[in-house]
């Protein structure tokens, strides 16, 4: 049962950081703060417990110095746990932050911007890299306290024994090169490494729209073949990015223990001289080998290098160009005159369309004709500003479209779609989202318009049927699509090849209904069909990006050129596919239109 819940966008309870927001700076001091607090206890701990040893061999009593060292041991134990768990914050409230920028800024990008990236890359760079790019504050913070440990522990050391650490700290630059070597190296290889995550997802996710396709041609195991081939390249990266890695941590590996023996050889020597005592030779062994330990930030650099990497393709979303709005309105009541003045489309170089002194009455609908390829829908999307043209002006009732203020044209330009997105809520609420919230009565006198009223009540929940639920046929997807272009109506209606899974009866019903009952308003259709043609008041035929005549579908018809358009050469005005017993046609006599 439909009920009449309005469907008011809610404003959710949004993560910290997930309406993207930076998280500032507290999540990261927590980190840094718990770190530094562990290796402050880290440094300290060989000297108490050093001091402890002394004395409980001496007198055998360590008084307040065996509590203080069993304090610290569990110190330590507790802000190493409180450091793990404001990293796993750290983490996420800033991947949050940088998934929902990078999205963001995809969203408000100038639509045709954003083509380069196919859905799997932008999946991969809002996904595994918004992730990995949230760890590089805990990481950086983590850093600069595990470089603590190990200087704290060589000033340590040198108020213990200044010979053991010189011996320490002849050690230390070896250690240094092999960290640097491998941020180094490590960089190219982990940028290759997510560049190919990324290839690997496109593919799957075009062979997962195209399925159909693929199985009908039987060409699963070519497909197949295509998706994993750059699975080898991922391989020998990954190979490579654990060879750095490991042999960064071997050549450490190696160092640390050859450093802390020749530690504890100087402070075997210095204890056989006289000059440390048991406890101290303890804490100086200690200390060189937190002081080596300096090879265990190679980990938490190589978080930091595919961080960095990661970063950059997340931001290669987060600061793709916006659509810019203006500061003017619409007049008011304005007929919806739609005017392109020296209007040029160039992609890669290539005019794909020029339209100048070309003026389509307020009121009027235009059908948008021509071959595949002519630039139907560069010029369906230059009429709405879906996109800017590269040259020349849109103007929308006498005023630039790039001048208007965001709100008067979303409310006032509505557009269908081939192929809507509908999104994840109920059918009522896909129908109602847009620039305007319409009341359900609204909502459902569009569905009625589109013809989609009669199948959403045969669903089990009518209107508040989640679209996940609802099976819907490919028309039936395209009526959602119109009833919410309907609901959102302005003074100019983009349909853009919006009704091409629709039988010619049910195409025919909905240009009547949009006639009848939908707000009044210039309508440019992108149409292929020559009965949307012949409905419309004008026809606008482009070839090769221009205008290659404008009349009604009438006139042009007698021209082989425009009847060859719709693939046919027949007599007739292949307008014939109209349901008999149609409304006769009301024009509007459009005062100019030329090209
Ligand atoms: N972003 C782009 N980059 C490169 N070329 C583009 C881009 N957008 C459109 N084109 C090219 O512009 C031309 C017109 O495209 P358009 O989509 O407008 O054709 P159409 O007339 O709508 O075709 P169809 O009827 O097949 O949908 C095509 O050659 C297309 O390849």
Not at 340 to 355: E, F, K, N, P, S
Not at 552 to 572: C, I, M, S
Request: glycine letters at 12%; a positive charge.
């Amino acid at each position: 049962m439909w009920t009449s819940r309005p469907w008011g966008r809610q404003t959710p309870r949004t993560r910290e950081g997930a309406d993207g927001s930076a998280p500032g700076r507290a999540p990261e001091a927590l980190v840094l703060l718990c770190s530094v607090g562990a290796a402050a206890v880290a440094v300290a701990q060989p000297l108490v417990l050093g001091r402890t040893l002394d004395l409980l061999l001496r007198d055998g009593d360590a008084g307040r110095w065996l509590p203080l060292s069993a304090g610290l041991l569990l110190g330590e134990l507790l802000l190493d746990s409180l450091t793990s768990l404001f990293t796993g914050r750290c983490n996420a409230v800033w991947t949050a932050s940088i998934r929902s920028r990078a999205l963001r800024g995809l969203l408000r990008a100038v639509p045709d911007s954003a083509r380069p990236h196919p859905p799997g890359d932008v999946g991969t760079r809002l996904t595994l890299n918004a992730a990995d790019a949230g760890g590089a504050p805990a990481a950086r913070a983590a850093l600069g306290a595990s470089l603590i440990t190990p200087l704290g522990a060589l000033v340590a050391l040198a108020f213990v024994d200044v010979w053991v650490a010189a011996c320490v700290l002849t050690g230390l630059p070896a250690l240094a090169l092999v960290l640097r070597t491998f941020a180094r190296d490590t960089g190219a290889s982990v940028a290759a490494y997510q560049r190919t995550q990324s290839l690997i997802a496109s593919r799957l996710l075009e062979a997962l729209d195209g399925a159909a396709t693929i199985g009908a041609a039987g060409t699963g195991d070519r497909e197949r073949a295509r998706i994993l081939a750059p699975l080898a390249e991922l391989a020998a990266q990954g190979r490579h990015m654990w060879a750095l890695h490991g042999r960064a941590l071997g050549r450490s590996n190696v160092l640390v223990p050859l450093l802390t023996l020749a530690a504890t050889a100087v402070g075997g020597l210095r204890l056989a001289a006289g000059h440390l005592s048991v406890g101290d030779l303890l804490a100086a062994c200690r200390y060189a080998q937190l002081a080596a330990g300096i090879g265990g930030a190679a980990t938490l650099l190589g978080a930091l290098v595919r961080a960095r990497e990661a970063r950059r393709r997340t931001q290669e979303l987060e600061w793709m160009p916006p659509l810019k709005y203006g500061s003017r309105r619409l007049p008011q009541d304005g007929p919806g005159e739609l005017e392109l003045r020296g209007v040029r489309v160039v992609r890669d170089g290539r005019q794909v369309l020029r339209a100048d002194h070309l003026r389509v009455p307020g009121g009027s609908t235009v059908a948008v004709v021509g071959r595949s390829g002519a630039g139907k829908s560069v010029l369906a999307a230059v009429a709405g500003r879906l996109i800017d043209p590269d040259e020349g002006h849109v103007l929308l009732d006498g005023v630039p479209l790039d001048r208007l203020t965001r709100e008067a044209l979303r409310t006032e330009v509505a557009y269908a779609f081939e192929r809507p997105v509908l999104g994840e809520g109920t059918i009522a609420e896909a129908v109602a989202t847009g620039s305007r919230q319409p009341a359900p009565e609204q909502v459902r006198h569009a569905a009625l318009a589109a013809g989609a009223d009669s199948f959403v009540q045969r669903l089990p929940h009518g209107y508040d049927t989640p679209l996940a639920e609802a099976p819907l046929s490919g028309g039936e997807h395209q009526r959602l699509g119109l009833a919410r272009a309907f609901a959102h109506a302005g003074r100019l209606l983009v349909m853009d090849d919006a009704t091409s899974s629709l039988d010619t009866a049910t195409e025919h019903e909905v240009n009547l209904a949009l006639r009848r009952s939908v707000r009044r308003g210039t309508r440019l259709v992108v149409a292929h069909r020559p009965s949307v043609a012949d409905r419309a008041d004008l026809v606008l035929w482009l070839e090769a990006g221009e205008v290659r005549a404008v009349g009604t579908h009438r006139e042009l018809w007698h021209r082989a050129g425009y009847r060859a358009v719709f693939g046919t050469d027949t007599g007739g005005t292949g307008a014939e596919d109209v349901t008999p017993g149609d409304e006769p046609v009301r024009r509007h006599e459009p005062e100019e239109v030329r090209p």
